[in-house]
């Protein structure tokens, strides 16, 4: 397999200024590629030795250690979950848990974590998982039922006033405001998409309860994630509850195909489109869903609305200060998390029922198969993105 060809088919087609961004950051670290790549994990997930007989559920896709955060929800609460669902799917639950796993042996390096380290948060999230699953009882993540590193997320996103947030997305100008254009988080529009999404509101808010809070006042194009940039995306600011401090930002982004589809021989439903996929399994796998979330169509193209999720509303997991139980209490919440995802979306359109996900926990021998499988991939991630930093040095992916 050549890495740089399938790394450029696969992002063929995308913003060009974004998708450099992405391949200047895939070539800095391996955790940053395996984020980046999740098409080539599982391009090559059918060699990793996975165990074989895994209960299939619903996953997210992409499951890595950033693909948690807190958000608010649709009630205005604060939760920790899972949070990205671009590539999710009905799969054998070990495709979720190994590509966690690889993401903790991957990025060890750069949270300053010993591979023994590494292996044991492994073996304390697989234990995790597995007391939650052998429950059978899916719970959630909130303030009052959140500790460590966990619970500090939550406060600060509780207690964040929000002319605080939105100065840091945004200039104001009198009573007004506009977005930070600055190649940071956004990049500006041009007028055709200026007017593309324009039209797309105004036609949003009038099939809406309260149209003058969806008023389109300014709109960009979003830099956030890894594996997503390039893809057609977008940050809007509107009226919301009033202007300048009661302003809200809302995320707009195309969504396409899942990666894991094409190696999967498991029958998948039929969607109405892939947008509808995304929303359908993360209002299964969530214990509350995102504010706005919901799938829409621009142009010919399905896009997942939802309001704003900034990056950084996530666990700093390099600050973890050499205390290595409270990267392990965070590990612990997130394999939770991903046990009642799988639990709240069983039986759904071919997905495992609880009773057979709480008999999977209760064996023993796949746990030590997927942390071998884990190392592999690993491994394999490695070697490919040291493959890939030097085709990146040497100008193969100069011209997108």
């Not at 608010?72 to 979950?81: Q, W």
């Not at 460590?148 to 200039?171: C, I």
């Not at 394999?335 to 709480?358: K, N």
């Amino acid at each position: 397999m050549d890495i740089v060809d399938t790394i450029r088919a696969f992002n063929a087609g995308r913003d060009p200024e974004r998708l450099a961004r992405k391949y200047a950051a895939m070539s800095a670290s391996p955790f940053v590629f395996l984020r980046g790549t999740c098409h080539l994990f599982y391009d090559r997930v059918a060699a990793i030795g996975l165990p074989r007989r895994a209960p299939v559920t619903w996953v997210c896709g992409d499951l890595h250690f950033e693909n948690f955060g807190s958000f608010k929800g649709d009630n205005r609460l604060v939760y920790f979950d899972m949070n990205d669902f671009d590539e999710a799917a009905l799969a054998p639950c070990t495709w979720e848990l190994v590509r966690f796993l690889a993401s903790v042996l991957v990025g060890a390096a750069g949270l300053g974590l010993q591979r023994a380290e590494a292996v044991a948060l492994c073996r304390c999230f697989l234990d995790a998982y597995v007391a939650a699953l052998a429950d059978g009882k899916a719970r959630w993540v909130e303030r009052e039922t959140a500790d460590g590193m966990v619970r500090q997320l939550l406060d600060s996103l509780q207690d964040r006033p929000r002319p605080a947030y939105l100065d840091t997305r945004t200039e104001r100008r009198g009573n007004k405001r506009q977005l930070r254009t600055d190649g940071r988080k956004a990049l500006p529009v041009t007028a055709a998409q200026r007017e593309t999404v324009a039209a797309f509101m105004r036609d949003f808010a009038a099939a809406q309860p309260e149209p003058k809070f969806y008023k389109l006042l300014d709109v960009a194009r979003r830099i956030a994630g890894t594996g997503s940039l390039g893809v057609d995306r977008y940050v809007i600011l509107v009226e919301g509850k009033g202007s300048p401090d009661r302003n809200y930002l809302i995320d707009l982004k195309q969504a396409l195909p899942s990666s894991l589809v094409p190696h999967l021989k498991i029958k998948q439903p039929h969607w109405a489109s892939e947008a509808a996929r995304v929303v359908a399994v993360q209002r299964r796998m969530q214990a509350v869903s995102m504010a706005f979330l919901q799938a829409v169509t621009l142009g010919k193209s399905s896009y997942i609305l939802r309001g704003l999720q900034p990056s950084e509303d996530r666990v700093a997991l390099d600050r973890w200060d050499g205390k290595l139980r409270r990267t392990a209490g965070v590990m612990r919440t997130m394999a939770e998390v991903v046990a009642w995802g799988q639990l709240r979306s069983g039986g759904r359109q071919g997905s495992a029922t609880s009773d057979e996900l709480i008999d999977f926990a209760r064996r023993e021998k796949w746990r030590l198969r997927l942390l071998d499988a884990a190392e592999h991939a690993a491994a394999q991630v490695e070697q490919d993105w040291r493959v890939y930093a030097q085709a990146y040095r040497d100008g193969a992916c100069a011209n997108i």
